[in-house]
């Protein structure tokens, strides 16, 4: 028997939880949240569609009650709330962190051998807190933005190729974030042939960067951010823990000398099993790759330090 929990019931932790139910991830899944109501809403809703799209796991929600959440094999935080007009970088994150930070230490009060996938923003430095807050093995934190951005990557190039999605490797490392994140162009294919092949130059730089402001783009056309991506990634990540795929997706992981980083959490390669984080894969990034890395890096590291300035960690 397998149980994930999903903590924050708002469009993507609802979305995650409606992708693994409706793909039978888990036998049981749990949404919970902190608004009355809401996840016990919308797991109903969800289990409405049972006998309609034929699946067999179960979806039940809860609110604010951890103990319904015991035994979870996983746990998924997508809690937080969005900057607002007038609100500093620093208040966001000073906010979202207080809200990981317990999520996280509720969750293992019932569940002490979860993974913990993180997907709350600014993503990079919540898991890294998940991580020093719980301090759990590095393996049992991860955070998602690495798939989604990858997932980003493959539908644009997908669209310059007229291919099928499904039929293109695309890779991205490096932070969550418009400013951070690295296509990998070069490691790009299509069919194990390099897209290179296919597509100029000129081409292949707008792929990279529609992918790099991917999230804007959509925030910019919603008047909030996306979800339908964002969820499905979440889920993506935990099936390849749960069913033991040993997928390798970028994610955001905690490194000790990889990719020559140290006391950080950054998007990487990385094969995802049953243990979570089971290995770290060396693409053997060029010069260029590695500089685009490290100034990455280097801004993870300025979004860290605020968790100090503002006495979280």
Request: charged share 20%; aromatic share 6%.
């Amino acid at each position: 028997m397998s149980k994930v929990t999903v903590v924050g019931a708002g469009n993507v932790g609802a979305t995650c939880a409606n992708v693994l139910t409706f793909n039978e991830v888990a036998n049981e899944i749990v949404l919970l949240d902190i608004k009355e109501g809401i996840s016990e809403g919308k797991a109903l809703d969800m289990m409405q569609t049972a006998g309609l799209l034929g699946f067999d796991s179960k979806i039940k929600g809860c609110t604010n009650d951890y103990a319904q959440t015991a035994n979870s094999d996983v746990v998924v935080i997508t809690s937080g709330i969005p900057r607002k007009p007038g609100m500093t970088r620093e208040e966001l994150i000073g906010v979202n962190a207080g809200i990981v930070k317990s999520v996280a230490e509720n969750i293992l009060k019932y569940s002490p051998n979860a993974i913990i996938v993180v997907i709350s923003n600014p993503m990079d430095t919540m898991t890294y807190l998940a991580l020093k807050a719980t301090g759990l093995p590095k393996n049992r934190v991860i955070g998602m933005g690495g798939a989604l951005d990858s997932a980003r990557f493959k539908c644009y190039l997908s669209m310059a190729l007229d291919a099928n999605a499904n039929e293109v490797e695309g890779v991205v490392i490096g932070g969550h974030g418009d400013t951070t994140m690295i296509p990998l162009k070069r490691l790009a294919t299509y069919k194990g042939v390099p897209v290179s092949n296919f597509l100029d130059n000129a081409t292949l730089d707008k792929v990279v960067a529609d992918t790099m402001v991917g999230g804007a783009t959509l925030t910019k056309m919603l008047g909030t951010s996306a979800w339908y991506a964002p969820g499905a990634a979440g889920a993506y990540l935990v099936e390849s823990i749960i069913k033991n795929q040993k997928k390798v997706l970028p994610c955001c992981v905690y490194l000790d000398g990889e990719y020559g980083q140290k006391d950080i959490c950054i998007g990487v390669p990385v094969v995802i099993g049953k243990n979570g984080c089971e290995a770290i894969v060396d693409f053997k990034l060029d010069a260029e790759e590695k500089a685009l890395f490290e100034k990455s890096a280097e801004a993870v590291r300025k979004t860290n330090a605020v968790l100090k300035e503002i006495n979280v960690l």
